[in-house]
Each structure stands twice: as structure tokens, then as C-alpha cells.
Nanobody, 112 residues
Framework: VQLQASGGGLVQAGGSLRLSCVVS????????MDWFRQAPGKEREFVAT???????TYADSVKGRFTVTSDTVKNTVYLQMNGLKPEDTAVYYC???????WGQGTLVTVSS
């Protein structure tokens, strides 16, 4: 499984970003995908899940602001992040739930 996350950057509080994760080696139509993040000095934490049936789950801290979707033709998972807050600053990672491998992540920095 290979995971290539991108789309991070520097944004002001209240702004938006869309992260992408191109997935290789497995099909999204048969796998649940997760987004995690790791802030400086903190442990990695769960952000969102999208099942192969299209069901979503979100961490309380991002519920109502973040949306996870996928394009099964492009085999890509997205994380739309709106209403960004400084506490959302972290490296964001995508992961296939059934597999242990992690991609390199993409850095999101939210300035106040």
C-alpha cells in the first residue's frame, strides 16, 4: 500500500484547505480510509474515517468543519477542512485501516 498525501500549507484562522491522498496498491471500493494528524509535541490522533460504503466518522474536535470524501476513479481520498483553527496545526496523514503503512503526511499550519 502506498499513500501520497498533499495539499497542506499555511492558512489563516477561519480559512480552508483540501487535502488529497492518492492511494496505490488497494482499491478504495473495498477499504476503509482514515485521516490522522500529529501536532508538534503531541501524539498522533484520529481525525476522520470513510468506509468503503461511504459512511463517515469524525473526531469531536473537527465535526461540522471537516468533510472526508473519495473519488474511486482516481483512487483518492480527500479531507476538506473549513473553519480552520490554530489548534488544527499538524502533520496530516491518511491510512488504510486494515494496513500498517503510513504515508509521509502533509503539514497544515493555521495562523491566528
Amino acid at each position: 500500500v502506498q499513500l501520497q498525501a498533499s495539499g497542506g500549507g499555511l492558512v489563516q484562522a477561519g480559512g480552508s484547505l483540501r487535502l488529497s491522498c492518492v492511494v496505490s496498491g488497494i482499491r478504495l471500493t473495498a477499504n476503509t480510509m482514515d485521516w490522522f494528524r500529529q501536532a508538534p509535541g503531541k501524539e498522533r490522533e484520529f481525525v476522520a474515517t470513510l468506509t468503503h460504503l461511504g459512511r463517515t466518522t469524525y473526531a469531536d474536535s473537527v465535526k461540522g468543519r471537516f468533510t472526508v470524501t473519495s473519488d474511486t476513479v482516481k483512487n483518492t481520498v480527500y479531507l476538506q477542512m473549513n473553519g480552520l483553527k490554530p489548534e488544527d496545526t499538524a502533520v496530516y496523514y491518511c491510512k488504510a485501516s486494515r494496513y500498517k503503512s503510513w504515508g509521509q503526511g502533509t503539514l497544515v499550519t493555521v495562523s491566528s
